[in-house]
DNA sequence: CAATGGCCTATCCGTTCGGATAGGTGACCT
DNA sequence: AGGTCACCTATCCGAACGGATAGGCCATTG
């Protein structure tokens, strides 16, 4: 079995190589950024699994994830990260990932994560994901109608009332409605006020 | 010697005392997050070093650091993190930290740095420092006057211009005059646009 | 010394915002 | 059938904003 372990943390590659080599029957090769990364997967022999780290040079977030999956031999591509969400590691399986790891896991939950993988099944740990799956989304916008959440919108991106009702295709008086309301709901005095909010939400 | 591990990520916590309990005369303690970190400083006895990942459960940034250094036995703290800043790392090095780790170190370099950091100096990977040194702090910020930069900030707290005046303790139209100029300079139509970019780029 | 640049102040003007008030439509539920 | 709710529209008004123009003060610098 071979894997490809990609991270920018020495020490963690380290680790991970020393492991995962301690197993029977694992091969292991290594980079420290996603251009090395892809340039061994391309060159081939076809690796059994490669473990990509979310923050490491050259991912540019999940696009690193995609490119590596678009690329011949690039199937079984998983990514392991030390700060991620649960919002990012949906969306990594969701784009065809392998697996999500966090870096909380223990040694041995991570070996056994890769052979499960490399085995051809999705792994992702079930308290992770479950973890903020209880929270609310965001307690900000779920009180918003679908209006005024689009408004809300255009407020991040510093848009005239105005321009809003043009990109709504609404009147401007009726931007004016919601935006009002909307202040309301989420405790806002104007709309710079409504923006950061909304920004410190993680909205948009 | 007596070291406190505290950091989240199993997988690197177990290494880091794999390695550093091989090491002769190294005794180390673990922890997964401040609460339990802070508790066995105060328990005693004291510790040589006590290793403090940056985005563990409780760090509050660098809040968790300074109550450390705070309390009875936190005299030798350092900080280390998969993801901070250069930034980080020197704000770190101001408040009183014994070291700044990133966690791209090789193992080797790591038991390097805890011996001595452990012996009473001051750590810091000179190439990681160096890194962001060159680049301008904040390109946008840079190119504002003193006075532009405080409105700024009253602009992305939502502050309309008669409160910034009055907290700047300056005249309304005064205000006008640095956030119209402000626009000009980061490239905004309106405050909000103005707040967003202040945000995004970092700042405050 | 004169020039420069940052900071402050002022006035004027048109536009936008924020709020209030009043009403109309369609979907859905009881 | 009546009620509720989200959504839309309209008009009015005072306040704030965005821009232009014109000047004064002061420290630094050539």
Known sequence: MRVLIADDHDLLRDTLDLFLTSEAGIETVCAANFNDAAQLVAEGPDFDLVLLDYGMPGMDGLNGLE?????????RVAIISGSATREVAEAALESGAAGFLPKTLSAKSLV???????????????????????????????QLSTREFEVLKGLTEGKSNKEIARDLDIREPTV???VKTLYRKIGAANRTQAAMIAKEAGLF
């Not at 994560?113 to 965001?138: I, K």
């Open 176 to 178: 004016k409605l919601h």
């Open 112 to 142: 056994n994560a890769v052979r499960f993988m490399a085995m051809g099944e999705q792994y992702a740990p079930l308290d992770f994901m479950r973890a903020a799956e209880a929270a609310p989304q965001h307690p900000l916008a779920e």
């Open 67 to 75: 490119r590596m999956l678009r690329m011949p031999g690039g199937h």
